[in-house]
């Protein structure tokens, strides 16, 4: 009896030294980057001019009122994450944010106008650049640290997915732009070298702190968003923008493949859809879109309105258009953007029981 006894106490404190470790924690993920990915931190920040906290953004997605994200709809890292079978990870900002919630669905840092640099975007007031996610990121590791402990808090960050999307506000909201001083000191050439050592840096950071898995976005054609159009007086693409878009795409992926020889266990890529966007751009009706450069959200001919507002007309079927605002892809647009990376990844689901999120259903226009 006593050995019994005392087997069963053994059993049961080794099953409970297993759940501290953190074997039973989900896979979640953790991402960084700009309003591309934002789903509501900074629509929490008091004095931050980039917003998406006004109808009509978020009019397809749930309760149809703006949650912070810069679409009508659904952001790439949503739904390649529902693809993956991951929860979507709340905001930092959240008041909600709890510990628990990491543990069940990770975090998203991901601030408008924030870029690689920390001086990009500056003229938007607040918003997180990388290395200020990263920071915050930081401090979550704190916090899961006191919640679970040290080797159970490790193995829950090392089973993480991390995706790291920025780079377009580094050149559109600074290096593109002769009020900030990136613009003169460097040309076009050094300024991709200072970018990309600049997230080597934070990448090895992030390694450090338990990134094994990882996926850097590309940038797509950022010369053929309708802001860029509307400032030419052909309306057509800035082709030096689009350039310098190639020329990061690739300094990135090489980037990638170099951290990922050098840095144990790393499983780095780098999306890059440059090409299929570029194509639906060029040729949208072969994709089924009927409009690719203006925004579905806009001032009719008052031109660039910059945001989505309540006085904003609303175009007659969103799905048609790839962009929603003057700078953000429509749901569709990121919808077939992100099957394009799931496609070239052949990523997998980590959690077969669940199936992806449906693509929204979308409401007719508010009359305008």
């Not at 790439?76 to 510990?99: C, K, Q």
């Not at 919630?101 to 920390?118: D, H, P, Q, R, T």
């Not at 400032?231 to 493949?257: I, P, V």
């Not at 001032?299 to 258009?321: E, N, Q």
């Amino acid at each position: 009896m006593k050995f019994t006894a005392l087997a069963a106490m053994m059993a049961a404190v080794t099953l409970f030294g297993l759940l501290i470790d953190g074997h039973d924690c989900k896979i979640v993920q953790f991402i960084f980057g700009d309003s591309l990915s934002d789903v509501g931190n900074n629509k929490r920040m008091g004095r931050s001019l980039a917003q998406a906290n006004l109808p009509w953004y978020g009019i397809d997605m749930g309760n149809g009122l703006p949650n912070g994200r810069f679409s009508n709809g659904r952001t790439v890292a949503d739904i390649i994450g529902d693809n993956m079978g991951l929860p979507r990870p709340p905001a930092f900002l959240d008041p909600s944010l709890t510990d628990d919630m990491i543990l069940e669905k990770g975090v998203n840092y991901a601030s408008g106008g924030g870029g690689i640099l920390n001086e990009t975007g500056g003229y938007f007031i607040q918003r997180f650049s990388l290395y200020k996610q990263i920071d915050l990121f930081q401090g979550t590791q704190t916090l899961i640290k006191n919640k679970i402990g040290a080797n159970a808090a490790e193995k829950f960050f090392q089973d993480a997915r991390y995706v790291v999307a920025l780079g377009s506000n580094d050149f559109i909201n600074n290096y593109l732009m002769p009020v900030y001083r990136d613009s003169w000191t460097y040309n076009d050439q050094t300024f991709i070298e200072y970018l990309m050592g600049t997230l080597e840096r934070q990448l090895n950071l992030l390694h450090s702190l338990g990134a094994r898995q990882l996926i850097v976005f590309g940038l797509g054609p950022m010369g053929c968003i309708p802001l860029q159009r509307v400032l030419t007086t052909t309306y057509s693409c800035q082709e030096r923008s689009n350039k310098l878009a190639l020329s990061f795409n690739k300094a990135g992926s090489k980037l990638m493949e170099d951290l990922s020889s050098k840095l144990p266990n790393a499983s780095y890529r780098f999306g890059d859809a440059y090409d299929v966007v570029n194509d639906v751009i060029s040729n949208p009706n072969d994709y089924g879109f009927s409009n690719a450069d203006s925004p579905c959200c806009s001032f009719g001919r008052i031109r660039p309105a910059l945001t989505c507002v309540p006085a904003s007309i609303l175009c007659s079927d969103r799905s048609k258009y790839v962009f929603w605002d003057e700078y953000h892809p429509s749901d569709s647009a990121n919808e077939l953007i992100a099957n394009e990376l799931i496609k070239k990844f052949g990523l997998s689901r980590v959690d077969e029981t669940d199936a992806p999120s449906p693509a929204p259903a979308f409401a007719p226009s508010p009359e305008g």
